[in-house]
């Protein structure tokens, strides 16, 4: 079997809770990050070849000295900053050092996801992989809250003067990638990486202090940070000609609840989560994915429901060697205080 050569494969302590003073007696530990590590940097997918920009033929000595060919721009990034599809991760390292430079590249990357009832989702991403087996990425997550500050409004008189209406979530990642594929010359071995994930909520402060400690006290979600840390396994099987199939398989340990973008529980969940890419000619691919959620917390009526797993079926386009484009469809179960099965995103990745 042959390896696309596009492909690179190289118990919690329970933190204290406090109202806000106006509203509680507890309210969220509102310490801020110390220093948010700002590291350089939706289908994990190998493409055909795209054509060589120069196609005439250099000397021996001439491409001896010449730079290493930049490979297709993959994997895409996903929300949260790491590298992946959409919501789901790829084991395989985002621009990685070429041969014969000393590190790699930084790659950017935009999403923008329409959830409906004025809720939707904006992502900038940032990688940069210093090492062939070493990424580290930022993504900052900003989620509008629709109409839920109205009917929080309109659901008590305690709740007349509620006016917080988004939340921004700041995602830190680093993930080494413990086996390439095909490590020590054995075609069957995975690309296998490991990844730990700081999130940091800014908002969901606000949002418990505004409803007087409802989402800590009968919600449980009483925290505004949390780590998650992630295992995946990416293979490309090609035993069908001119179709190859990638498959990622991973796993999640997490206290997030909605990624992070709905706070923070006080127990870890391990849920699982992957994704399977097909590989279509004219360097387009098509993806679907699957994310389980945690659903360790209380609703609160239909103001905040438990979610749903995440369900997407993505396409993604490559236009040269630096630009990826991908749109997808996606069932996200409950959100918030709607369900949003049936929504639309965009996503983009440039790599330098």
């Known amino acids: ?46 493409v055909p070849a795209l054509r060589a920009a120069d196609d005439a033929q250099p000397t021996n ?4 000295q010449a730079p290493a060919e930049k490979p297709a721009p993959l994997p895409l990034h996903q929300i949260e900053g790491s590298g992946g599809i959409f919501s789901t991760l790829s084991a395989y390292i985002v ?23 004025g809720q939707d989702l904006e992502a900038v991403t940032l990688t940069e992989s210093p090492f062939k087996r070493l990424e580290l990425g ?25 006016r917080q ?10 993930r080494f990638q413990i086996l390439s594929e095909g490590e020590f010359d054995q075609k069957w071995i995975p690309a296998l990486t490991l990844g730990a994930h700081y999130k940091y909520n800014d908002g969901i402060i606000e949002v418990n202090n505004q409803t007087g400690g409802a989402l800590a006290d009968l919600a449980h979600i009483p925290h505004h940070d949390g780590v998650d840390y992630t295992l995946y396994a990416s293979k490309l099987f090609t035993q069908v000609p001119h179709l190859p199939v990638l498959v990622e398989l991973g796993g999640r340990a997490t206290e997030a609840v909605w990624d992070g973008l709905g706070g923070f529980t006080s127990s870890y969940n391990f849920v699982f989560e992957g994704n399977v890419v097909v590989f279509l000619p004219a360097n387009f691919a098509l993806a679907a994915e699957y994310k389980q959620q945690p659903r360790d917390y209380q609703a609160i009526g239909n103001l905040v429901k438990v979610e749903g797993d995440w369900v997407t079926i993505d396409a993604a386009y490559v236009v040269n060697k630096h630009l990826t484009l991908a749109a997808g469809y996606g069932l996200f179960g409950n959100v918030l205080n709607h369900e949003a099965n049936g929504v639309w995103g965009l996503t983009t990745k440039w790599e330098f």
């Open 61 to 64: 000595q001439a491409a001896a």
């Open 165 to 174: 209406d988004e939340v921004q979530l700041h995602n830190v990642n680093a």
């Open 138 to 162: 930022y993504g900052w997550d900003h989620l509008s809250l629709g109409d839920l500050p109205a009917a929080l409004r309109s659901a008590s008189p305690l709740l007349a003067n509620y």
């Open 95 to 117: 621009n990685p050092p070429r041969d014969g430079e000393p590190v790699g590249r930084p790659s950017v990357g935009f999403a923008f996801v329409d959830i409906g009832h």
């Open 1 to 46: 079997m042959k390896i696309n050569p596009l492909i690179q494969t190289h118990p919690r302590t329970k933190r204290p809770f406090r109202r806000a003073p106006a509203l509680s007696s507890r309210r969220l530990d509102a310490t801020p990050i110390r220093a948010l590590l700002v590291a350089l940097a939706l289908a994990a997918v190998p």
